[in-house]
């Protein structure tokens, strides 16, 4: 099995600010990485599939990095609406996996 | 729209069974593969199982194979996930979620349907 490894577990920044969120494989996962963003009560959504490519509607700020094993979530500027758990997820091998999740709190 | 509504949860005791229920709508579902993931109270996502578009193909968790069975129904636009042999740990909010253009990128998520697994 492949284990995504999420790091930090909980980063505290103030609006305005960047953030950048890791996530390492076990083992290669090429670039089948995808990044989700998901808010207290709320189903996970979809931010960036492919390590690099943002979903539909996602906005420009964040933007995702890597192949292989390591591989970074990064949002530019946050705004109030980005506090939220960050999940990163393989689907290069079976099972499929999650990290196991990144909380983005306010400072 | 893309709309997925998952049905069928409830309190059921250990070593029962449920069966989850997803109605898909505003696309076509017969061509995309759906999956099913958990997420155990205050706990991250979990994937439970895949069933592709044209059914030749089902993946399982190692936590759930032979207990879980997941199947589709085309002609009605459903994703079933039986559950059996439930154990505690089973509790969580089960997602049901549509695979994008052939792949395992989840990139729409029904609300999630709760089940609970307590004496």
């Known amino acids: 099995e492949t284990v995504l490894t999420q790091s930090p577990a909980t980063l505290s920044l103030s609006p305005g600010e960047g953030a950048t969120l890791s996530c390492r494989a076990s083992?290669?996962?090429?670039?089948?990485l995808a990044w989700y963003q998901q808010k207290p009560g709320q189903a996970p959504r979809l931010l960036i599939y492919d390590a690099s490519n943002r979903a539909t509607g996602i906005p420009a700020r964040f933007s995702g990095s890597g192949s292989g094993t390591d591989f970074t979530l990064s949002i530019s500027s946050l705004e109030p609406e980005d506090f939220a758990v960050y999940y990163c997820?393989?689907?290069?091998?079976?099972?499929?996996?999650f990290g196991g999740g990144t909380k983005v709190e306010i400072k | 729209q893309v709309q997925l509504v998952e049905s069928g949860g409830g309190v059921v005791q250990p070593g029962g069974s449920l069966r989850l229920s997803c109605a898909a709508s505003?696309?076509?579902?017969?061509?995309?593969?759906m999956h099913w993931v958990r997420q155990a109270p205050g706990e991250g996502l979990e994937w439970v199982a895949a069933?592709?578009?044209?059914?030749?193909?089902?993946h399982y968790a190692d936590s759930v194979k032979g207990r879980f069975t997941i199947s589709r129904d085309n002609s009605k636009n459903t994703l079933y996930l039986q559950m059996n042999s439930l154990r505690a740990e089973d509790t969580s909010v089960f997602y049901c979620a549509k695979g994008r253009s052939g792949s395992s990128i989840f990139d729409h998520w029904g609300q999630g349907a709760l089940v609970t697994v307590s004496s």
């Open positions: 069933f592709s578009y044209d059914g030749s193909s089902k």
């Open positions: 083992q290669s996962v090429s670039s089948y």
């Open positions: 505003g696309f076509t579902f017969s061509t995309y593969d």
């Open positions: 997820h393989q689907r290069h091998n079976w099972p499929l996996t």
